[in-house]
């Protein structure tokens, strides 16, 4: 097992506890790694590599919506391949590519590479949120943009603390879906 | 929109996650699916009027057996198949293993009557009811269990469509068994075990489009 391998399954199993500073490091980390690895795979499918950042950003959406489906038994690394390259296949899907292109590869292949280009996506986040039913997105501003706690939250949006919960969550997933609609070229 | 930005959104007000979410997910629907089934078999069929005899027991027992053996092996399937990459060095041998159980007791059993009995023993008296309901009945608990999948992150959707139409008609065959009087291995392995096998290529199907995520 690599020395990256244990860090980031220490740090994952730190933010599933509700660890915030493990799991930025976490996203952080992984999406190097996810943009060396999108940018090779669009470049080995003939694509060019400015949407690698929509994708390193899809996939990252992804790991943290999904990141209850982790087995802490298991190593990290098949975890987030099989994440990025379902995301790669549903992209080339969307987009009509040939997947006959996509070549088959390793688990190991989407921690290979860091890549640290401050990069910006094609996705405005705040104008994608104006489009989220009011309450997910009083919810979504309060406490992941503006850093209140969820009873302050619960108090500005009209909601009560399991709601602005259930809300933050409902909200991502359809920012998710959006941001998913939204890449297709 | 930065990639640095979307994480510092993420990370904000972290909540920790419930690890078991997914496998108590599949055991609340694997309970809500086999309520339905029992349910909607009784109501739409009754339950079979000589249940407490011997001979119905007996009957009831092997197919219950042939039904939950497929629905626990395939419910442990499920589990890593909602999970990202659980598809990966899973063999398909162990699922297939209730059903040549079955065939082969329903040849030992055909090899011991004598032939004018055959035809009895396979087309039985309600064949086609059980063609059409077992599938049926299936469909409730299809609708579960692609809702349990669905809050997982399955990577191998047809694969994981097919196991949540394993589960659905193995389910649905249990139902179904508290009705049917049809007594009889080859009657078992050809109806119960065929309309089971057709749900799951519907859920194989069906799958890519229903649990894409």
Redesign the interface.
């Known amino acids: 097992m690599t020395t990256l391998e244990i860090e980031l399954k220490a740090l994952m199993l730190a ?7 493990a ?2 490091s976490l ?2 980390r992984l ?1 190097r790694r996810l ?1 060396a690895y999108y940018k090779a795979k669009l470049v080995a499918v003939g694509r060019g590599i400015a949407e690698a ?1 929509d994708l ?2 899809e996939a ?3 790991i ?1 919506l ?7 038994r298991e190593p990290l690394t ?2 987030v ?3 990025a ?2 995301k790669l296949i ?1 992209f080339l899907r969307r987009n009509r590519a040939s997947l006959a292109e996509v070549p088959i590869d390793e ?1 190991d292949e989407v921690m290979a590479r860091d890549d640290n280009a ?4 094609t ?3 705040r104008r994608l949120m104006q489009r989220l039913p009011k309450g997910m997105q009083c919810a ?1 501003e309060a ?3 503006d ?4 009873a302050e939250a619960a108090n500005r949006c009209g909601l009560s603390e399991s709601g602005v ?1 259930v809300n933050i969550h409902r909200g ?1 997933k359809t920012l998710a879906a959006l941001i998913a609609r939204e890449t297709r070229t | ?19 078991k ?2 496998v108590r997910t599949l055991y609340v629907a694997i309970a809500t699916a086999a309520i339905a089934a029992l349910g909607i078999a009784f109501a739409g069929l009754g339950f079979r009027p000589d249940l407490t005899t011997t001979r119905a027991l007996i009957y009831l027992t092997i197919k219950l057996a042939f039904a939950i053996g497929v629905v626990g092996l395939a419910m442990t399937y499920l589990m890593s198949l ?5 598809e ?1 060095r899973m063999s398909l041998f162990l699922i297939v293993v209730p059903f040549l159980i079955v065939l082969i007791l329903a040849a030992i059993s055909l090899g011991s009557a004598p032939r004018a009995h055959w035809e009895r023993m396979i087309v039985g008296d309600e064949w086609l009811e059980c063609l059409l309901s077992i599938p049926i009945i299936a469909i409730v608990p299809f609708a579960v269990s692609i809702w349990a999948v669905r809050k ?2 399955p ?1 191998n959707l047809s694969r994981a469509g097919a196991f949540a139409g394993l589960i659905a008609g193995g389910v649905s065959a249990m139902a179904y068994a508290l009705h049917c009087t049809d007594d009889s291995l080859p009657f078992i392995a050809l109806w119960y075990g065929g309309t089971i096998v057709l749900c799951t290529l519907a859920g194989a199907a069906l799958g890519p489009r229903l649990l ?2």
């Open positions: 933010s599933l506890e509700g660890d915030a500073a799991h930025r996203l952080d999406s943009r950042e390193v950003q990252i959406l992804a943290h999904k990141r209850h489906t982790y087995d802490p098949p975890w391949h099989a994440i390259r379902y549903d688990a401050d990069a910006e996506s996705h405005d986040i979504i406490v992941k943009l850093g209140l706690s969820v919960k991502l | 929109m930065k990639t640095d930005d979307l994480v510092a959104l993420l990370s904000t007000n972290l909540e920790p996650v419930d690890r979410a997914v909602a999970r990202p990459g659980g990966r997982g992150a990577t894409r995520w």
